[in-house]
Structures are given as C-alpha cells and as structure tokens.
C-alpha cells in the first residue's frame, strides 16, 4: 500500500514547527511511538492542529488500529475537508476495515479534488477489487499507470485483475513490466507464479515463488503458492512441507491450512486432513474453500452425509462455487441419490461450461439411472472438450461395453492406462505391446494379469488363443490363481506377479486380449471349460463333503470390502439367506473370508458349511466348486471361476451392473453356465433374493 506524507502546514510558534519537524523525521524513520508523543505534545496546546491529526491517525493506521486512523483523520479534515493526502488516508484505513465503499468514496473526494493523483487511482482500483468490480479496478489502476509509468505496484495489481478476469496472458505481461521495473519485487515474483500456474506453466511457476522467497524467505504466501503448484504436480509430501512452512511463518494462515488439508487427502491422511481444514474454519467460519475440502476429505472416509453438510455449508456461503456443486454431486452418487447427483452437475456447469470432469462425473449419475444414451453422450462431451481425458475415456468405454459396442468399446478401454486409479498400476516393460496385428509365431508373449482376480479368471480364456498363432505364452498372475493356471491349455510357463522377471519378445494385458482379437459379442471365446480342477483335490473335497443325499449348492455373498464398487455388489449374510428357506439342499458356503457382521450368523446356521481359511487359494475353490451342483454368487471372482469351469451358476447383480454383464439379458455371452438374476429399479435385494427363492425351489423339487 502506498503511504503518503502531506507536507506540513505552517504553526504558528517557532517551537511548535521544530517539534513538528521532528515527529515527522522520526515518523519517516519509522519510530512511531517518538513520534506520537511529538504529534500528542503539539495537540495538548492545539488541539485542531490539522498535520497532527492527520499523522497520528496514519500512525495508528501503521500499527493496524484502523478505527482509530479514521478516527483522527476525520477529526483533522474537519479542519482541513479539501486535503487530498487525508482523503486518500482515510481511504486507506477504510479499506483495511473492509468498509469499501466508504474507501472508495474517500478516494473519488480525493480525486475529484485532484484527478492527477496516481495514488488516489491506484488505491481506489484495491477498494474496487475488494468488492468484484474488477473492470472498473483494471481502469483505475490504467489511469494510475497513465499518470505515472513506473508505478510498479500498480502494474503488479493490475496483473491480480487481469488473473481475475483469466486474462493470463495479459496478467503475465503486467508483472513482467513490474519486475522489469523492479527486479527485486517479491509480491510480483510470486503472483506471477500464480499466473504461470493458471497457464499450466507449474515448473515456471515454481521457479518464480523461489525466487520471491530468495528475495522474503519469510514470504508466507508464496510458500503456500508454492504448495499449491506442487500439489498440481502430484509431489504432495512437497507440497505439505511448503504448506508447513507458510504455517510456521504466519499460524493462523487460512488459505493455507485449507489447502494443507488437500495435500494431506492426497497422501491418504485423511484425518489429518479434516483436521486441518477444521483449525482453517475455526479461524474464519465463513471460509467456503476450506468447507469444500472438508468435504473432500470426509468423502475420502466414506462419511457422505457429513461430506454433503460441508459441501451445503460451503454453497450457502457461495451459491456460485461451481467446483463445490461438483464435489457435492459426487457424494450424492455415493448416496445412491443420483437425480439430486444429477441436479448438482449440471447446476455446476451451469456456473461453469468448459468443466469436463463434471460432465464425465454426470455421464456417470445418468450411467447409474440407466440413461445410457444420455450417458455416452456426456462422456464424449467431456472428450470434446479435453480429448486426452483419461477418465472420461474410460468411463466412455464402460457405458459401450455395457451397451455391446465393442467395436469402439474396446478401443477405448485401452486409456484405462492413463487414469488415476491404473496410472500407477500400469507395469512398463521394455519390449513392445502387442495388441493383435503382429505376427507373433515363435515368439514369447507374455500376458499378464492386471486388475483383479475375476478379470484374470475371465480372460485368462484367450491365452489358448495366442498360442493357437505359434506363439510360446508366459502368463503372469496373482499367486492365489498359480496354481489354478496350470489347468489352462497353451500356457508353457506360469509365474506369480512376485517372481522375478521372465524374458519374452512382447507383452499383452489380459483385458487388452478382446481388442487384440477383435472381440464382438458374436465372437466371445465362450467354450467352457477352459480352466479345471485337480481331480485328486476334488475327491478329497468331496469326501469331506459326505455322502450326496440332496443338491450341493455353493454360496457367496459378499466380495472384497475395499473393491471399489462393493457396497452395489456384496450383500449381508442376513438379507441372503432368506432364499434358502425351505429348499431340500446341502449349501456351501464359498467365501474364504467372512464380515464381522455375517460371522455371528453363519457360526449358527447348520445348515451351511463353511471351509473359511481351509479354501487356500483358487485351485481349492476349483475342487470345491466340482463337487457341487449349482453355485450362487453376487458379482465376485467365485462367478467366473464357476463359469470357466462350466458349473452352473446363478449370479445377483445390482440395477446398473459391471459391463460384462450387459444389460436386460438372463444369460451371458461370456459364461453359457451362467443365469443371471438383476436388481429392479427399487434397486433392493428383497425382489431378486425373492426370485432365486421360487428357482431355487423350483430347482430342489427337480434336484
């Protein structure tokens, strides 16, 4: 902030002036308390001494008493209402107690008086930006500039408008005319890196906050800036330093425990972070970012309700926080209420267009009505707009193989690779992808497993394939499946995912094996079975199953809790049971881990025999599951690995069901085996338990 002297009037003793010239010399000096017991010496005996006044008031004003600035320099313009230096004081004190209106018409008194005032301009376009009239700030600080071309600060403002009003470019130039005009000018290094950062320019960016805290090591705003950056660069444990330095510096720093708290959610501290933005909103309650942050971060914890009540807290104090709208829809998806979901994207693209994650966030809620159409359309909306959007590529892939359009599916399936859940995931080998057009006859290709242990099971299938084109295949899987794929036809080498490399010539993704072939619905390698049990294991299971006096049904309730869509596929032990009721047959269950909740039940429910930790890995499943007639799952690996061995299997899926699935049908392409029993639009599992129940006595009576 600019802060002018007006020079002194005239006194009317000679004693009088020395003091005053001396208050004004240790003012300038910076000693404020010598030189307000001058100014308060003077007053005793001229009580309306207008230099005084006016002085004392810019003292307070320094030492961050604003109310009591204003105070005195109304009492000095009360002697002096035309003075120009107090008006714009005034203004100044004003502004620092967030009365901008009353700063701004201080200023337009000043310069009305004055319109040459580059100061009065300059101060007034800071009032202007603190009240969003940004187009009125940006002419005021030009006025500045026009008055006086080297007013540096005003073109290091000017470049915090332009920013405002995302005109980078421009925003980038002012600071640079500032720097060229002071090198050493910390403010403008470090809003330049904020500039940079808008332009995605992060490295720059960087760069331009070191350098603003090589001239201010103690800049506590450019080392949050800097956090920021490295955030956007994926270092966060960087960035959370960066953020504890500002933190150090200036403790109740908001903006940057706020932030802190984002840093700590991406390196899954989540806690931390709720924490974080919690002291942010106890020091400014009114804080709508760090609301929003919150919510992220309760998000994160799976706490939805209490993430929506921050993300509404965060909307009543900024209706128009588009990001806040976003985030708010992605917790009412996790909610399951997808047309309020829905109702929040678009509210948020209302607010802001260009916003391809909302729109592949709303393909997704329309995905889950069961909008199809609706939903792809979203999606390639939002690759329109970002065409090398991993995310709404892959979503897009989902919603056309859950369609049947494989054809353009598959081809898109391939960015599931530059998403943030596989990114990291993704294993980099030397050698060349193949992906089908190659010839690969006396060749090793290696094809390795890639997600979890349902795909392996299901597409393990075409690893016959490409040995049937010459080629000699290493597969690599998860090490509860090693055994198991020693059943598979064409393979000559198996290892598990932790042995040490193999060499090979190329290397295939198992669920990149459909694009490969050129996989339609019509051409699904669907013969069962391609996998099979150990016929010695089998035997023994069957002799601990005793004697076969009635149907041997298998059972699976409930998949991996940490999977991401378990709470649409994994069913309580209590709400599935009810299908066994009455039915003449020996169940089994098939799970080798049991949830707290569905142990007490089945420790008391004779009528079902549990193996749990007996079932060591996927080859014991295998033996267990032959020796059975039927096999019941919700969508878990037990399904597939039923239908790669051609037993029966009736399978439970939610409303809205993983792609492989497909939509509206009772059977499946991939599993000839396999009938499939789908949720309503009640979304329930009391209607399809209650359909299984009539099969299953259906199936009993002809058992």
């Known amino acids: 902030m600019q802060k002018r002297f007006a020079p002194p009037g005239r006194t009317e003793s000679p004693n009088f002036a020395a003091l005053l010239t001396e208050a004004l010399r240790l003012h300038q000096t910076g000693r404020l308390a010598d030189a307000e017991r001058l100014y308060r010496r003077i007053l005793v005996t001229q009580p309306d001494h207008f230099d005084c006044l006016h002085l004392l008031g810019v003292v307070f004003h320094q030492r961050g008493d604003h109310a009591q600035a204003v105070h005195h320099i109304d009492l000095a313009l009360k002697k002096s ?5 107090a008006l714009n004081n005034r203004g100044n004190a004003l502004k620092e107690l967030r009365r901008f209106e009353e700063a701004l018409a201080s200023y337009d008194r000043a310069l009305a008086l004055q319109p040459d005032y580059a100061d009065g301009y300059y101060n007034r376009g800071n009032a202007l930006k603190e009240l969003q009239r940004f187009e ?27 920013q405002d009003l995302k005109r980078f470019g421009e925003a980038l130039s002012s600071y640079d005319r500032a720097l060229t005009l002071r090198p050493s000018y910390a403010d403008a290094h470090s809003n330049r890196g904020v500039t940079l950062h808008e332009l995605q320019r992060l490295e720059e960016a960087l760069a331009s906050y070191d350098r603003a805290l090589a001239l201010q ?14 955030h956007a660069l994926g270092r966060f444990d960087a960035a959370l330093a960066s953020f504890d330095r500002a933190l150090a510096l200036w403790p109740d720093y908001v903006a940057a425990l706020s932030n802190r708290g984002n840093a700590l959610k991406e390196l899954k501290r989540f806690e931390d972070a709720v924490t974080s933005c919690d002291r942010a909103l106890a020091l400014q309650p009114n804080y709508a970012e760090a609301h929003s942050n919150r919510g992220n971060a309760l998000h994160e914890l799976s706490r939805f309700e209490e993430a929506l009540a921050s993300y509404d807290r965060a909307l009543a104090l900024r209706p128009d926080y588009a990001l806040a709208h976003y985030n708010r829809g992605n917790a009412l998806k996790e909610l399951k209420r997808f047309e309020a979901a829905l109702a929040s994207y678009d509210r948020a693209l209302a607010l802001q267009p260009d916003y391809p994650e909302a729109l592949s966030n709303r393909g997704v809620a329309l995905q889950d009505l069961k909008r199809i159409e609706e939903a792809l359309a979203s999606y390639d909306r939002a690759v329109s707009m970002r065409p090398d959007y991993a995310d709404a590529h892959f979503n897009a892939a989902i919603c056309r193989l859950l369609m049947g359009d494989f054809d353009r599916g598959w081809e898109q399936h391939e960015w599931r690779w530059q998403t943030e859940h596989l990114r990291n995931g993704r294993k980099h080998f030397a050698p060349k992808l193949w992906l089908g057009p190659d010839d690969i006859a006396g060749k090793t290709v290696l094809l390795h497993a890639e997600q979890g242990f349902g795909d392996t099971i299901q597409f393990c299938r075409y690893a016959p394939l490409v040995a049937a084109r010459g080629a000699r295949v290493v597969l690599k899987v998860q090490k509860p499946l090693h055994e198991l794929m020693g059943t598979l036809a064409g393979v000559a080498q198996i290892i598990s995912n932790d042995d040490p490399p193999t060499d090979f010539d190329l290397h295939c993704p198992l669920l990149s094996l459909p694009l490969a072939f050129g996989t339609k619905l ?20 069957n ?3 005793g004697p076969r006096h009635r149907p041997r049904i298998g059972l699976a309730w409930s998949g991996r809790p940490a999977h991401k869509n378990d709470q649409n596929r994994s069913i309580a032990l209590s709400a599935f049971v009810p299908m066994l009721a009455g039915v003449d047959a020996t169940f089994v269950s098939l799970q080798r881990e049991v949830r707290a909740g569905d142990a007490d039940l089945l420790q008391g429910r004779s009528d079902i025999i549990h193996f749990g930790d007996e079932l060591k890995n996927f080859a014991d499943t295998a033996a267990l599951i032959a020796n059975l007639d039927l096999v019941i799952s919700v969508d878990t690996s037990v399904v597939h690995l039923a239908g790669a061995l051609a037993k029966p299997v009736w399978v439970l899926l939610p409303f809205v069901p993983d792609w492989r699935w497909l939509l509206d049908r009772e059977d499946s392409p991939w599993y000839p085996t396999a009938r499939l029993f789908r949720q309503d639009q009640t979304r329930g599992w009391d209607n399809v338990v209650a359909r299984v129940h009539a099969a299953l006595c259906g199936y009993g009576r002809n058992g």
């Open 81 to 85: 209402p035309d003075n120009v230096f």
């Open 217 to 230: 090591p103690n800049y506590a705003a450019a080392y949050s800036n800097r956090g920021n950056t490295l």
């Open 136 to 162: 009125e700030a940006l002419a005021s600080y030009d006025r500045a500039l026009k008055l006086r071309p080297d007013f540096a600060e005003a073109h290091c403002n000017r470049g915090v408008i332009l």
């Open 543 to 545: 002799v601990r199953l």
């Open 522 to 541: 019509a051409t699904i390698p669907s013969q069962t079975p391609y996998l099979r049990e150990d016929t010695q294991a089998a035997m023994d299971w």
